[in-house]
């Protein structure tokens, strides 16, 4: 009961912290303290927390490396940009036609993660690696060509180009190969990226203190003391792989609905996309949700804070990747952290200690 009671306090911390960056900032932005570049930027780096936060569950808490996550984004973001440019004009109330959205991207994502889990999770280490990044790139590329178009037929599809659709005068193209989506509802803020993440860490960490979880981390640590206790290793791999891949499905619809037009370009989804996210989490802290967030944040606005400093902004940005590095995973700062948490809550216990005493005599 103790510890149930830690590990949601645990959680609480976690969701206030996201609370009160959300009030801070929204207070600033309310009295023009935030420059319009970095408001900008707001509903971009809610879906990065959300693909730190979805890939800490693949690598941190399964212990795999997956190199394709922004494949999955890909899905999410496109998947859910044709329903809404579908249904634009037919489910008119805005948050409703978003909130479909959303699970149409969630479900899609979390589909093609389940179906290329099945095969690619039977790999291990680098092999694994390799694999999930050429799944990320067919998935970027099959939707680079693809053409989809709407009339009073019904869909027409097509990979040659947008005249193979034969579609009627008044008909529409809707995914234009290379071109990608345009007109998509901008139904994406700040406000609404927010509680997204809100959700993604309720369902990571529900799922990391569950019984399904504590077997995902069993696996991680050991399979074969895993499947020796008659733990299914491939249905909690597919579990948490499947779980991690319509995060970032939502991360996809969040990204996508902020944007007039959506292309599956390298930039967007492509294989530094991927690294990006992975640095999110390496740097946080593998298996360590609270830093995926704090690192995503401060990699993703300190390139737009040191822009007035020129030529010296990208050295700066790697002189802070190489010292974030060596404190999370330097043997020395990792002793000079313990000691400096160990004192505080030895301090804390002392001063329990003594005012238990006091009153103690008092009494």
């Keep these: ?54 890939l800490n569950v693949t690598v941190g808490i399964l212990g795999e490396l997956s190199l394709g996550h922004a494949g999955f984004m890909c899905v999410g973001a496109f998947t859910s940009a044709f329903f809404s440019k579908l249904t634009v004009n037919v489910i008119t109330v805005g948050w409703l036609r978003f909130t479909l959205a959303i699970l149409v991207g969630f479900l899609c994502a979390g589909l ?34 693809l053409y989809i178009g709407k009339d009073s037929k019904g869909l027409h599809f097509s990979m040659k180009d947008a005249l193979a659709l034969n579609l009627e ?55 074969i003391a895993a499947e020796s206790v008659g733990i299914n290793i491939t249905k909690y791999k597919l579990l948490a792989f499947s779980v991690s891949a319509a995060l970032a499905g939502v991360a996809g619809v969040l990204y996508s609905h902020n ?34 967030i704090i690192s995503a944040v401060v990699l993703t606005l300190l390139p737009e804070l040191l822009r007035g400093l020129s030529n010296f902004r990208m050295l700066i940005y790697a002189i802070v990747l190489i010292a974030m590095m060596l404190f999370s995973w330097s043997p020395k700062a990792q002793n000079f952290r313990d000691k400096v948490v160990s004192s505080v809550f030895f301090w804390r216990k002392k001063e329990n200690d003594m005012k238990g005493g006091i009153d103690n005599a008092g009494k």
């Excluded at 023009?32 to 979805?54: E, K």
């Excluded at 690696?129 to 060509?145: D, P, Q, R, S, Y």
């Excluded at 007039?260 to 390496?282: D, E, Q, R």
């Design 112 to 145: 093609i993660g389940f179906l290329i889990g099945m095969p690619v999770l039977r790999l291990k280490g680098d092999y694994l690696a390799i694999v999930t990044l050429a799944f990320g790139e067919i998935i970027k590329n099959v939707i680079n060509v």
């Design 1 to 54: 009961m103790k510890n149930f009671a830690i590990k949601n306090k645990d959680n609480l911390i976690t969701y206030g912290i996201v609370i009160v960056a959300y009030v801070v900032l929204q207070t600033l932005i309310s009295f023009g303290a935030v420059s319009s570049l970095m408001t900008g930027l707001l509903v971009p780096l809610c879906a990065y927390i959300i693909l730190a936060v979805s």
């Design 169 to 223: 005068e008044s008909g529409e193209v809707i995914v234009n190969g290379a071109q990608g989506i345009t007109g998509t509802p901008k139904n994406s803020n700040f406000t609404i990226g927010v509680v997204l993440i809100l959700i993604t860490l309720f369902i990571v960490l529900n799922l990391i203190k569950s019984r399904d979880g504590r077997a995902v981390m069993a696996i991680r640590d050991n399979v």
């Design 259 to 292: 944007l007039s037009s959506l292309m599956a370009t390298p930039k967007n989804f492509g294989y530094n996309m991927s690294i990006m996210i992975l640095v999110f989490v390496v740097l946080g802290g593998i298996g360590n949700i609270r830093g995926s």
